[in-house]
């Protein structure tokens, strides 16, 4: 990190400009890289927070004008006081900086920003002259030599980004407050077109995304957040409502090819972006049809296999060919995929079951069944298990309450989670923890199975010991350790492993020469999806280990970019969006102390569902989406978060 000279982050004051090297104190709430990219020094960084800085020679009079430049250009134009004072101040200050300045400019410029930060509409103009008051508060003698003495400021090099604390951890980077703007301002078409700019699985997303950004929405520092997720789903299923057909702006051909391997939600996001620029992708799917887990992984109540069918099809009509049926390392190997492609790009899932590491599970017993192979069977139709009627799951992720919920609407009676912490630890969506409950789930935490109880060849139960929570461990929740002659056993015909997920890299062989790593995933660049084979690129889970659909469309995407740049000869590196994303992640967008000062009191909409005891016997989708009055007002609740932050680079 960056040793920092001046900061008035967050009205934390840090001035270490008068003290010696050895005794310079480091502010405690903002923390700064040294380079934003490879020979990239950060000097300086600006934005709706204050003022830091690392290098003394930044000339902040010159970061101010360009600052403010920054600013006005952002300005939605909605709001007099940042449509027209943004654009006073920012030709005040560039004329302070030209050495033209008058002044009566300096307090001409302080009093107006207070009256932007106080009256404008959104965060742009609230926001935007906070660095610009601390500026001239603490740099006073800058902007009073600069006039009095016709000086000319010392020009930088800047670059700057505009983010939102919804949109710094979204992993597609969706212009979130744009599209909830969209969507309450009744312009729904325009709203599911700012959508699809970043993700084409609107309604997929709309209804299992994990809504990192609805934890990082700023409505919840007064109330509740954003149901930024059911919004997205609005706008998805309004165009279904009104037989609308999708318009895709069709892109000048390359005539370059791509072969995608999973038609996931990883290999469905990067051929569609990259059918979008123009290139021919076409993707290769062992199952008989597409979504990979999303399909076959996730049970039809909480995501309708039409909603995604549909989602696949607007990916087909933008320019992508989908074969399915077709295994990469039987029917077609990756040597020839390169052989006839101009690159390669790898996107497969999960698709296999981590071992629970207990007696007996390896002897094939009848009722023993991983959990994503149970999710197989019954999103075909089946029941993995008919005779079974006792069910028990192990594990606390999606995976597993899927596997309790879905096992209701097969027709079982007894169903049982055992998870080895405690319902704080659960890595599962909470609401989808509070539903299973609602459905009449038994959890038992604190409890991990030991050994698979058997006769003649099939599971009757499974004996487990009762644990206790110790020391964290790496991932950062406390270590559960048994508690010695506590074991008990549950009676059942089904017991289901559900504690992770790994991936099948059978079809990679050691001439393809594509590195793995320790964990058997695809050694792929983080920032640039580039393997140890030139023109082959990989993300999702295949390179990261089993994780969320949200974030595999959102590398999907990425990497699409990456190949997009090494299909036209470019340097394949991150963009400057991306690297302020990195910059955005370490600074922190979102203030869960912040003190708005606005009156809340609107709650969130939620949607209807249905009854417990009705929906657990269904496999209909057990919520109805918003009416468009619903929509039109939760969305009214955003408060339009937008930031700009801007570095001076040397």
């Known amino acids: 990190m960056e040793q920092i000279i001046f900061s008035s982050w967050q009205e934390e004051l840090v001035d270490n400009r008068a003290t010696a090297e050895q005794d310079r104190r480091a502010p405690g709430n903002i923390k700064l890289p040294k380079e934003f ?15 830091v800085l690392c290098d003394d020679d930044v000339d902040i009079v010159d970061m101010c004008a360009r600052y403010a430049e920054a600013v006005q250009s ?11 004072g943004t654009r006073v101040v920012s030709d005040s200050l560039k004329r302070i900086a030209s050495g033209e300045g008058h002044r009566d400019d300096i307090a001409r410029i302080g009093a107006l920003a207070l009256q932007i930060r106080e009256g404008s509409k959104c965060s742009i103009g609230q926001t935007g002259m906070n660095p610009i008051l601390h500026a001239l508060k603490y740099f006073s003698q800058a902007f009073s030599d600069a006039v009095a003495q016709s000086r000319k400021a010392q020009e930088g090099r800047y670059r700057f980004a505009v983010t939102a604390p919804c949109i710094s951890v979204c992993p597609s980077s969706l212009d979130i407050p744009r599209y909830v703007e969209e969507i309450g301002e009744q312009r729904f078409a325009e709203s599911l077109a700012t959508i699809r700019e970043s993700i084409c699985m609107a309604g997929t997303l709309g209804r299992v995304c994990i809504r990192p950004c609805e934890s990082n929405c700023r409505r919840a520092n007064i109330d509740e957040a954003i149901t930024i997720k059911n919004l997205k789903r609005f706008v998805a299923d309004y165009e279904i409502d009104k037989n609308r057909t999708p318009n895709i702006a069709a892109a000048k051909k390359t005539g370059r090819k791509v072969a995608v391997i999973g038609a996931g939600p990883a290999g469905l996001s990067c051929a569609y972006n990259l059918a979008l620029k123009g290139h021919r992708p076409t993707i290769f799917e062992k199952l008989p049809e597409p979504g990979g887990m999303a399909a076959v992984g996730i049970p039809d109540f909480r995501l309708p296999r039409e909603i995604l069918k549909r989602e696949v099809e607007l990916v087909k009509e933008a320019g992508v060919e989908i074969r399915y049926g077709v295994e990469v390392g039987k029917e077609i190997t990756i040597a020839e995929l390169r052989k006839d492609h101009d690159a390669v790009f790898i996107g497969v899932g999960a698709h296999d079951s981590m071992p629970m590491g207990v007696d007996g599970e390896e002897r094939g017993y009848r009722g023993f069944i991983p959990g994503v192979k149970y999710l197989l069977d019954v999103s075909q139709g089946k029941d993995p298990y008919p005779e079974g009627k006792k069910v028990v799951v192990v594990g606390g992720g999606n995976v597993a309450i899927d596997c309790v919920r879905s096992s209701f609407r097969i027709g079982k009676e007894d169903v049982n989670l055992v998870y080895r912490r405690t319902i704080v630890e659960m890595p599962a969506d909470p609401v989808e923890i509070h539903d299973a409950e609602e459905e009449k789930v038994k959890f038992h935490y604190l409890c991990n199975p030991t050994r698979i109880i058997a006769q003649d060849g099939k599971v009757v139960g499974v004996e487990c010991i009762r644990m206790e929570l110790g020391e964290p461990d790496k991932s950062g929740r406390r270590r559960p350790v048994p508690v010695a ?9 089904i017991l289901i492993p559900a504690i992770g997920q790994k991936v099948n890299l059978s079809f990679l062989s050691e001439k393809d020469g594509i590195n793995l790593t320790k964990w058997n995933t695809i050694d792929a660049d983080e920032e640039t999806f580039t393997t140890s084979q030139e023109g082959v690129f990989a993300s999702g889970d295949c390179v990261t280990g ?5 974030k595999a469309t959102g590398t999907g995407k990425r990497a699409a970019e990456k190949i997009d740049l090494f299909l036209s000869g470019g340097k394949v590196e991150p963009t400057v969006d991306e690297k302020f994303k990195t910059l955005f992640s370490t600074v922190k967008v979102y203030n869960k102390k912040e003190q708005l000062g606005i009156i809340g009191g609107t709650k969130q909409a939620h949607l209807p569902m249905l009854d417990p005891e009705a929906r657990k016997r269904t496999f209909d989708e057990v919520e109805a989406g918003y009416k468009i009055n619903e929509a039109s007002g939760e969305a009214e609740r955003c408060l339009r978060c937008y930031r700009i932050g801007m570095v001076a680079l040397g």
Request: net charge negative; with cysteine.
């Open 37 to 51: 990219r490879p020979g990239e020094r950060i000097k300086a960084f600006m934005g709706w927070d204050g003022i």
């Open 74 to 84: 952002e300005s939605c134009g909605k709001c007099f006081p940042c449509r027209v």
């Open 485 to 493: 002659g506590s074991e008990f056993i549950i009676e059942t015909d």
């Open 546 to 550: 089993p994780d969320v659909l949200v």
